[in-house]
């Protein structure tokens, strides 16, 4: 293994759960979304993507990595629910939850009284915290002057 990490293949998949598919695996990029073309009939968006994921070489073993994910509502009127925050511990692989260090605005459609919710993922569960809370207060701000503008 590498000392910046593991190898990253190219897979070239389609399909969820039960349907999910793996029709071949690539070392390089380029070759992949070449064979990602001809798979899909030359449409760039078609059943098949390309997909990265970590090669560790045989001995090697993958480590698990642990960080906080903090989530906020932003209420239609402005105001803020903070939700809990909840370590994740997970293998490399599991794209599940945001990465550490985003934060992602999510728009809250058809949640009644709720304009966005809010995540924010790092290994510190104050920094989690404090850039779910910053994200929700700015948009929360944002939302309020729009009101007022109308």
Do not use: C
């Not at 966005?116 to 404090?130: D, Q």
């Amino acid at each position: 293994m590498e000392a910046d990490g593991p190898k990253t293949l190219y897979a070239l998949a389609k399909g969820e759960y039960s349907d999910y598919q793996v029709l071949a695996v690539f070392d390089d990029e380029k070759t992949a979304d070449e064979i990602k073309a001809l798979a899909n009939g030359g449409e760039r968006y078609g059943e098949y993507d390309v997909e990265e994921m970590p090669y560790y070489e045989y001995g090697t073993k993958p480590k698990r990595s642990s960080w906080y994910v903090s989530a906020v509502k932003v209420k239609t009127d402005g105001s803020l629910d903070h939700e809990d925050t909840v370590l994740l511990t997970q293998w490399p692989w599991d794209f599940r939850h945001p990465e550490p260090g985003n934060t992602v605005a999510h728009p809250n459609h058809g949640i009644r009284d709720v304009e966005y919710r809010v995540t924010a993922a790092h290994p510190k569960k104050s920094m989690a915290e404090k850039r779910a809370s910053d994200k929700a207060a700015k948009l929360a701000a944002e939302l309020i002057e729009k009101k007022e503008e109308d």
